[in-house]
């Protein structure tokens, strides 16, 4: 997806906003309103993931020497990667959900400077605390990929949950493919893939360069030279790509190129490369899309038209048995996010259009992703039987089974 598709799919965090911008009326001298008194910043937080570990939070900047940025071809490949773990309870201190600057330019990405409170976003709370003590073991992990101008933060819900579960998870930061993140020296880098990838030749190298960083990532965590201090927590052996969008594509493509990837999770993104019939063997993929977005080829409940994306239609039928394809009703394309689970939070400014409140909320969204994306990955990486899998679930009425 495109930055101006991103920035389409996030009506949820403020779209019926402009009346909030609107220029005085015509004779008027925009004289300044009277002085009134400002509410206080809401206080904002992800739900608890409901695994019974508490979790922990490392923050490490990769640095690939042996490529080239494609979007800044003078510089190394550069991550920034949050890595949550399963940790002792009480040790460390919070972690913080994201730099306020970061926040800042996603929301000046949006139209909406100044219109959300961009210091109260980065302070959501979040379960994971910095410094605590690892947990012994010896874990899975996932690799996640979030979407294009997006960044890692937005799928720390996913992370702290798969975490207090009892895996590894390392949520990724792919260099100048964020509207804006920070990195060490003071550097803010910004999203110039996001006015580059104008073609599908340009985004297909975009999700093989992202599986490149999982691969790279994935030895820097479990390699021979690992550069986290808790790398003999992972088994190199189980593991597990996940991503959004863009990041979804790249988790696909990783499982392509590297056969250390036992397991795939595709999250609404359109896939940049097709593996051929049987090239996955026994590794499965699930596929989670919203129905509009990625209806199944039989589907008649999503709007005529809707599937313009034939992506997913084609790689089914190479998936073979270890394939799974679930449609969520209701869902938009950054219901598999934290985005909606904040925004729904955040009060509307007293200027804004008011608008329906959407039938799927954040919270029982971002419940839906943690379920299955949870379960998925637990039953290819543990053998753990997952009965949420086999059918319908009255739990969650909203997921249909497109494909099993």
């Known amino acids: 997806m495109t930055i101006a598709g991103t920035l389409a799919a996030l009506t949820l965090l403020g779209a019926t906003t402009a009346a909030a911008a609107a220029p005085p009326a015509p004779g008027r001298t925009g004289t300044p309103p009277p002085v009134t008194r400002t509410a206080p910043a809401p206080r904002l937080a992800l739900p608890r993931p409901t695994g019974h570990l508490a979790v922990g939070r490392d923050t490490l900047h990769l640095v690939d020497r042996s490529r080239r940025d494609p979007w800044m071809p003078t510089e190394p490949r550069e991550l920034m990667v949050d890595v949550y773990y399963p940790a002792v309870a009480g040790t460390g201190t919070p972690a913080r959900y994201a730099e306020p600057e970061e926040i800042r330019r996603y ?52 992370a702290e949950h798969l975490a207090s579960l009892g895996l590894v998870t390392a949520t990724i930061d792919h260099a100048y493919e964020s509207v804006g993140t920070a990195f060490p020296g003071g550097r803010m880098l910004t999203c110039l893939a996001c006015d580059r990838m104008t073609s599908d030749a340009a985004f297909t190298a975009a999700t093989r360069t992202r599986a490149a960083d999982l691969s790279f990532v994935l030895t820097s965590l479990a390699g021979p030279h690992p550069a986290w201090r808790g790398a003999g927590l992972v088994d190199p052996g189980r593991v597990g790509a996940v991503g959004h969008s863009l990041g979804g594509a790249a988790a696909i493509s990783a499982m392509i190129h590297d056969p250390r990837v036992r397991v795939g999770v595709d999250m609404d993104g359109t896939l940049g490369e097709t593996p051929a019939p049987g090239e996955f063997g026994a590794r499965p993929v699930l596929l989670l899309g919203a129905s509009a977005d990625h209806p199944g080829p039989d589907d008649t409940l999503a709007p005529a038209g809707s599937d313009d994306d034939p992506t997913w239609a084609a790689a089914w039928r190479q998936l073979g048995p270890t394939g799974l394809w679930l449609d969520v009703d209701d869902a938009e394309h950054f219901s598999f996010t934290d985005d909606p689970v904040l925004a729904d939070q955040l009060p509307l400014p007293p200027t804004a259009t008011p608008v329906a409140r959407e039938a799927l909320t954040g919270a029982h969204a971002l419940a839906i992703t943690r379920a299955y994306v949870g379960a998925f990955v637990l039953r290819a990486l543990s053998g753990a039987a997952q009965p949420l899998l086999d059918g319908p679930s009255p739990t969650y009425p909203q997921v249909r089974f497109i494909g099993h």
Do not use: C, E, F, M
Not at 114 to 135: C, F, K, M, N, Y
């Open 107 to 158: 929301l000046a990405a949006l139209g909406l400077a100044g219109v959300l409170p961009a210091q109260a976003i980065a302070d959501t709370t979040i379960a994971s605390r910095t410094g605590a003590h690892p947990l012994p073991g010896h874990r899975p992990l996932v690799l996640l990929s979030p979407g294009l101008g997006v960044g890692r933060r937005s799928l720390t819900g996913l």
